[in-house]
């Protein structure tokens, strides 16, 4: 099984990225996908997941409203719309994938990550 998270870069405060992770070795649709980050210095954190079932989105508060997850599972891919970036989203940002899941609760599978940098 291989997740991989792209699109990372740098985006000015209030700017705008959108992550994509691709997934192969596993039956997709099958699996609830989570997005989840971790800054300098700091523990890595929940921040978005979509359920397997019927693509229930989940948010932490500190995205919700700016940050929208949605899934193409033809394509083995789910994407992280982030929007009205801050600096305090500067983080490298990782996919994680949890069969059967709903809400992200115990990750099966994590991807190598993929750099988000806010700053002018």
């Known amino acids: 099984v291989q997740l991989q998270a792209s699109g990372g870069g740098l985006v000015q405060p209030g700017g705008s990225l959108t992550l994509s992770c691709t997934a192969s070795?596993?039956?997709?649709?099958?699996?609830?996908i989570g997005w989840y980050r971790q800054a300098p210095g700091k523990e890595r954190a929940w921040v978005s997941c979509?359920?397997?079932?019927?693509?229930?989105?989940y948010y932490s508060v500190l995205v919700k409203g700016r940050f929208a997850t949605s899934r193409v599972n033809a394509n083995n891919t789910v994407y992280l719309q982030m929007n009205m970036l801050n600096p305090e989203d500067t983080a490298v940002y990782y996919c994680?994938?949890?069969?059967?899941?709903?809400?992200?609760?115990?990750?099966?599978?994590w991807g190598e990550g993929t750099q988000v940098t806010v700053s002018s």
């Open positions: 979509i359920s397997s079932t019927d693509s229930s989105t």
């Open positions: 070795g596993l039956t997709f649709e099958d699996y609830a």
């Open positions: 994680a994938a949890e069969k059967y899941g709903t809400m992200c609760a115990g990750m099966d599978y």
